[in-house]
């Protein structure tokens, strides 16, 4: 009888043995299948990578240090190009361009007050003027034009100060209409070295400043 009994306690522990197995087995292959889960999103740290946009932008964003002036604007529409900070700009060159349209710098210490046209008033501005045509390579003679005199830098417009006008304007790939806009130029002593932008590409503008330059 005790014999008997052995026998059977010895094959229930040996079942129980088997079932535990059997389960610390099953429970080992499924921690080994379980797929390993990415952190959330929200967790993660991406970086943008640095474009030419960006860089451009934050170029724009320099301010030189040093005294500097605002250049007055009487350009009206849409910033369509800017230079970067510390550019230099020399004489018959576009400071910025408004509607594709450049603004550019001339040599004068007189303010552009007005548009210059044929028959308009005379004045010092229109010598100015005149002066930075023949400067730039735009004073043309007799065969060209067939007025029998060369451009004369004097306070007075004549039909050939309007056809220098236009070899100028279509130099800089625009319509020739023989007339330079208050907005078209802005006369400085000096070439300038732009310190400070205060205004950013595709803005609409209506007078102002656009940019600051370095002075001495």
């Known amino acids: 009888m005790k014999k008997t009994l052995t026998i059977i306690l010895i094959a229930l522990l040996s079942a129980a043995c088997l079932v535990t197995i059997i389960i610390g087995l ?11 889960i990415a952190a959330p999103l929200s967790s993660r740290i991406i970086e943008a990578p640095e474009d030419g946009a960006q860089a451009a932008a934050e170029a724009q964003d320099v301010i030189l240090a040093g005294p500097s002036q605002r250049l007055n604007n009487a350009a009206v529409g849409t910033i369509t190009w800017l230079p970067n900070p510390g ?7 576009a400071l910025y361009a408004v509607d594709s349209k450049p603004v550019i710098l001339m040599k004068g210490s007189l303010p552009m007050h ?9 004045g010092p501005d229109v010598a100015q003027l005149e002066r930075n045509l023949v400067d730039l390579g735009h004073a043309l003679d007799e065969a060209e034009t067939s007025d029998p005199t060369d451009l004369t830098v004097d306070h007075h417009v004549t039909p050939l100060t309007v ?30 070295q732009v310190s400070e932008l205060h205004v950013r590409r595709g803005q609409i503008i209506d007078g102002g400043s656009v940019l600051s330059v370095l002075i001495n």
């Open 26 to 36: 099953s429970g080992s292959t499924k921690k080994a299948a379980s797929p390993e």
């Open 87 to 93: 550019d230099f700009i020399e004489f018959g060159t």
């Open 114 to 122: 007005r548009d210059i046209a044929y028959k308009i008033s005379d």
């Open 163 to 192: 056809s220098s006008i236009r070899s100028w304007q279509l130099s800089l790939g625009l319509t020739s209409t023989g007339i330079v806009g208050q907005g078209d130029v802005i006369f400085r002593p000096e070439v300038v």
